[in-house]
């Protein structure tokens, strides 16, 4: 079976790139492309083929439940929003799941899940690939945070406390930056700088002084300089 083809209807930019890095991660799912908006939306849905949408309320010009009593239960409709006010009439209209932002990935999994229950040959491929996914519950604000590692963008040294960056949100936490680099150091993490510890999944871009991690550009220290070009092969 091919993948299931899915859809981001939502115009804010960092709600979807946060989908999307979340769809990137799921075997199984293919993203078809984002819209601002229901008139894109529609266009799309006219011209591919589309399995999943993942659909905002507060949308431009018509929100998207309005837009739902238009396609006729055509497809796996996830809502993804921040208002709870409209969870009822949600699932009146028989969408899959009801997400409410800021959305981790754990809730996230769980709804996509539900759709591809409707597609059993699919559940044992993504159980296999998820399972395998590594964590470490790391505490900070008196609670224990579950964080995959795969979704750690970078770690900043704060002297005997470190700041864990993720796609979704940032923590800090008491480890000091020795420890966390022993923790990491077999999942794809490079030391650049005293400083500073990047997940080399997410690296875009590079140059003899910086590294780009998402939006966030980092220096490379110069007693790591030598060994990071080993590393990406750049020597």
């Known amino acids: 079976m091919s993948d299931l083809n899915c859809l981001i209807v939502e115009d804010e930019p960092l709600a979807a790139k946060i989908i999307e890095d979340y769809v990137a991660q799921i075997p199984g799912l293919k993203l078809k492309g984002i819209c601002g908006d229901v008139f894109s939306a529609n266009e799309k849905l006219r011209n591919e083929k589309i399995d999943i949408i993942f659909l905002d309320i507060n949308l431009p010009k018509i929100n998207g439940l309005e837009f739902l009593k238009t396609i006729n239960n055509k ?3 996830i809502i993804t929003t921040a208002y ?3 969870a009822l009439e949600g699932f009146n209209l028989n969408v899959i799941d009801y997400l409410l932002k800021p959305i981790e990935f754990s ?3 769980q709804a996509v899940n539900k759709t591809f229950a409707q597609y059993p040959e699919k559940i044992t491929e993504v159980a296999k690939e998820t399972s395998e996914r590594k964590f ?3 505490v900070a604000d008196k609670k224990r945070h579950k964080i995959y590692f795969e979704e750690i963008l970078y770690v900043e040294s704060l002297k005997d406390y470190v700041k864990i960056h993720t ?3 940032s923590l800090v936490t008491k480890f000091q930056i020795g420890e966390i680099e022993q923790l990491l150091k077999d999942h794809d993490f490079f030391r650049i ?4 510890i990047v997940n080399m999944k997410h690296l875009s871009a590079f140059n003899a002084n910086e590294v780009e991690i998402g939006k966030t550009n980092l ?3 110069r007693t790591y300089a030598e060994l990071f070009k080993k590393q990406v092969g750049a020597e």
């Open 75 to 77: 497809y796996g409709i």
């Open 84 to 86: 709870h006010q409209y």
């Open 107 to 109: 809730r996230f999994l």
């Open 136 to 138: 470490h519950f790391f």
């Open 193 to 196: 700088h005293k400083s500073f």
């Open 219 to 221: 220096p490379i220290g």
């Open 167 to 169: 796609v979704t949100k």
